[in-house]
């Protein structure tokens, strides 16, 4: 069975940094698409970074040049940093795996709460 565990989240400043990690296991992770999403509190789920099972990443405007997803293969595990951070990055953070070009995500992981404050 197949499994994703998101760690890597916690407390931060306005201006801070963090490395979310998202590690697969019972699945070999290089075979899929991996996307982060985010929820706050009242609000939807929305993407913050994308990234193909070929290394292709896409980031929506508004973390454009302070995140940036990678993937590591032989670790099973794929990270998203997150540099300048604001307190409106304030989230659970998600990461979903997809087979392939798939749109639908086959695994998904328990999230990491990301707090920016001071």
């Known amino acids: 069975q197949g499994q994703l565990v998101e760690s890597g989240g916690g407390l931060v400043q306005p201006g801070g940094s963090l490395r979310l990690s998202c590690a697969a296991s019972g699945f070999m992770l290089k075979n899929y698409a991996v996307r982060w999403y985010r929820q706050a509190a009242g609000k939807q789920r929305e993407l913050v970074a994308h990234?193909?099972?070929?290394?292709?990443?896409n980031y929506p405007e508004f973390v454009k040049g302070r995140f940036t997803i990678s993937r590591d293969n032989a670790n099973n595990t794929v990270y998203l940093q997150m540099n300048s951070l604001k307190p409106e990055d304030t989230a659970d953070y998600y990461c979903g795996a997809a087979y392939l070009y798939s749109q639908a995500n086959a695994y998904w992981g328990q999230g990491t709460q990301v707090t920016v404050s001071s």
């Open positions: 990234i193909t099972h070929a290394g292709i990443t």
